[in-house]
């Protein structure tokens, strides 16, 4: 991509390893997280001095902790100096992820499902007739891939490989990876000396990077939102007073969400990170999960890094969000939605369109087969969910009744039901079947005649 | 669109500025502090910082074209002071029992007290920016200790013919929560910076609403109300104000 091309290193010292000049703005350097796609989403990678958090509430993934793996797998692959924090940090580095190609199976296996999905795509792509003013244009993409411009920047891991021992163990060795275990008996403060430690002793010729896969699980004791917010401040203020180092953090599940910190939690996450995204993923909702089914959850960003300038730079530099093309000139357009898959190899972040069957080229007016009649079993779902929520702060919260006037419907008798009995049981209602409703599409026997 | 109005900012004045994390309002922190430093040579600033490193003013400051020779040396200049509200601690503190990182709020007010003293001979209005007052709320300060300080600063400001800016974060938009009643009570000009409400867009960044304060008589000098907000597009060092309608796309 032309935005990313390399500047010549004017009168500055060399940078450090892995690293180079922000296209945007040049006091700032930036290094990869790993994947390219959230790279390009921060504005070209995450910068020196930034923080970064990964929030994900799912508790039944782990995508905040893959990303961290991405961190600490590029970090060792460029030369960076690692500190991982941890309960085991050492088990959390062994289970790392590595390049493709390092280990005993052969990378030139017989392809796997989405490659093969990807050639048959652009088999399929070729017979169709691309209307002629259209034939130069691009192919539509949803996502950045690493591009071969800077091979050491953003290197391509593979998730099946893990890291080889061996170069686990050199690492060790020239004290590359930095392991810090938390305590259970020690609060936040002693994690900020540890580090502080860390970063004066070390000199100014290496990038260092500081992972923290998994901030709130239960080794870091019982956490209060204070004294996270506390942690996350003091890891900020360090890291500006060592802008050699940057810091790439993942809350844990628990704790991404307005329910355990409080209203406003995630946005005072937000707040006190240079650069913050939430992935929420479809896992407890089986309505968005079959509404998106290439995808596996959805982007929030919540703050991107403008450590020298007003404007973050992936306002104007970030393709996935498409800010880009928009801003001044043209007018804007909104930014593009965001979403991440993990697929066996490696973890994508992609924009989110609708799929074909929701776009113009048919008119439908049956709902899909493969959509259930899911609008009351959506309610049902969330309604219960928040009513817990609430239930569990009452003494700090008035109760509120709410009830519906109408509830002699079959599709609102759910939520009433639910908002009235408070230990409602989570069962579906199945909602009364729909006619079936005439579909309406476009066909011609004669393609030749609307041939555009 | 000039936005500040140029007297705005003046003696005896506190300016509440509210944003949210989709609209945050540092460009308008940085903008009112290199209006105030360009309109003249003496002009003094003080920043109260709790999130922002001094990297960041410097270099946007610099980027902004601010390259007169007094702030060369910023860190050091006599005329932007800069005061990192961690790094202040009462003297005769314990280590052994207290964190490192206690905040004093005795400790700043004493010692802003004593640069808005110094300055006092000058003939020309101190500017002191506090920015972020809701993360001391966040990081565990009381709600009383902090209105407290907020009341002193606000004193001391009035005494020394300053004007101070206090910025608040908003994280449950609809409603206020206490220290924003507090701080309401107090401001002269509550400047609200929103973002839209359908979300980011390339041409515009957000935008910018100015509400009296209750102390103030009944003028409609500098209030912008929400229907009429002035909305801005964010540059890399500053922003562009426009009225609703008029951004570049659609003139």
């Not at chain 1, 019982?222 to 401040?233: C, F, S």
């Not at chain 1, 530099?317 to 880009?324: C, K």
């Not at chain 2, 002009?43 to 946007?60: D, G, N, T």
């Not at chain 2, 050091?76 to 280590?95: G, L, T």
């Amino acid at each position: 991509m032309s935005s990313f091309k390399r500047k010549t290193l004017s009168g500055r010292a060399t940078l450090p390893q892995g690293t180079r000049l922000s296209p945007f703005s040049t006091s700032t350097v930036i290094t990869s997280t790993g994947i390219p796609s959230l790279d390009d989403i921060l504005g070209g990678g995450l910068p020196l001095s930034c923080s970064l958090a990964v929030l994900a509430p799912d508790h039944h993934s782990a995508y905040g902790e893959l990303v961290q793996k991405y961190f600490v797998a590029q970090g060792l692959a460029s030369g960076q100096k690692v500190c991982i924090i941890h309960d085991e940090p050492l088990r959390f580095a062994r289970e790392g992820i590595w390049m493709a190609g390092s280990t005993l199976s052969t990378p030139a296996q017989a392809s796997t499902a989405e490659d093969v999905d990807d050639e048959k795509a652009s088999q399929h792509d070729d017979k169709i007739k691309i209307a002629w003013r259209y034939e130069q244009m691009k192919k539509f993409q949803t996502t950045v891939s690493s591009n071969s411009l800077n091979d050491d920047f953003c290197i391509a891991f593979d998730l099946t490989c893990r890291i080889p021992t061996a170069a686990l163990d050199a690492a060790r060795q020239s004290a590359q990876l930095i392991p810090i275990d938390v305590d259970i008996s020690e609060d936040g403060t002693a994690v900020i000396e540890q580090i502080e430690e860390l970063l004066s002793n070390d000199t100014n010729a290496h990038a260092v990077r500081v992972c923290i896969p998994a901030l709130g699980s239960p080794h870091w004791g019982d956490m209060q939102p204070p004294t996270v917010l506390t942690l996350l401040h003091s890891l900020r203020r360090l890291l500006h007073r060592y802008p050699n180092a940057c810091a790439s953090l993942s809350l844990a599940p628990h704790m991404c969400t307005d329910t355990w910190g409080g209203p406003g939690w995630v946005q005072k996450v937000g707040w006190l990170t240079d650069a913050a995204i939430s992935m929420s993923a479809f896992g407890a909702d089986p309505s968005l999960s079959s509404l998106f089914p290439s995808h596996h959850g959805i982007v929030q960003i919540l703050t991107l890094p403008a450590p020298h300038t007003i404007l973050p730079a992936s306002d104007k530099y970030s393709t996935l969000r498409g800010l880009s093309s928009a801003a001044g000139t043209m007018g804007g357009s909104g930014e593009n939605n965001l979403a991440f898959k993990c697929m066996r190899k490696r973890l994508i972040f992609e924009t989110l369109h609708l799929d074909l069957e929701g776009g113009v080229t048919e008119r439908r007016t049956t709902p899909a087969s493969s959509a259930m009649a899911l609008d009351a079993g959506m309610a049902h779902e969330t309604i219960p969910a928040t009513i817990l929520a609430t239930e569990g702060r009452k003494g700090s919260l008035a109760t509120v009744e709410v009830e519906f006037e109408h509830s002699k419907d079959v599709g609102s008798d759910g939520p009433t039901r639910a908002m009235a009995d408070i230990t409602a049981d989570d069962s579906l209602v199945p909602a009364k079947p729909k006619k079936p409703k005439k579909k309406v599409a476009f066909r011609s026997e004669r393609p030749d005649l609307y041939d555009f | 669109m000039q936005f500040p109005a140029p007297d705005l900012v003046s003696s005896r004045r506190l300016l509440l500025i509210t944003d949210q994390l989709p609209a945050p309002a540092d460009f308008l922190l940085h903008r009112f502090l290199h209006l105030h430093l360009k309109q003249s040579k003496t002009a003094k600033c003080i920043v109260l910082a709790v999130s922002e490193s001094l990297e960041r003013w410097k270099s946007v400051a610099s980027k902004a074209q601010m390259t007169s020779p007094q702030n060369t040396n910023v860190a050091h200049s006599e005329f932007f002071q800069f005061i990192d509200v961690f790094d202040q601690h009462p003297p005769s503190q314990n280590r052994g029992e207290g964190h490192e990182n206690k905040i004093s709020l005795k400790c700043i007010y004493d010692l802003l007290s004593v640069k808005l003293s110094d300055s006092r001979t000058n003939g020309q209005i101190p500017l002191v920016i506090l920015d972020d007052i809701t993360s001391l709320e966040w990081f565990g300060v009381s709600l009383l200790d902090l209105s407290r300080f907020v009341r002193a600063l606000r004193t001391l400001c009035v005494k020394m013919d300053a004007a101070l800016v206090v910025r608040h974060h908003i994280i449950t938009p609809p409603e206020p929560d206490a220290l924003l009643r507090h701080l309401l009570q107090l401001c002269t000009y509550h400047i609200e910076v929103r973002p839209l409400a359908s979300g980011r867009s390339g041409a515009v960044s957000g935008e910018i609403c100015v509400h009296l304060g209750p102390s103030m008589k009944d003028t409609n000098e500098h209030v912008i109300s929400r229907t009429s907000a002035l909305q801005y597009r964010l540059t890399e060092s500053s922003a562009v104000f426009f009225d609703k309608g008029t951004s570049t796309g659609v003139l």
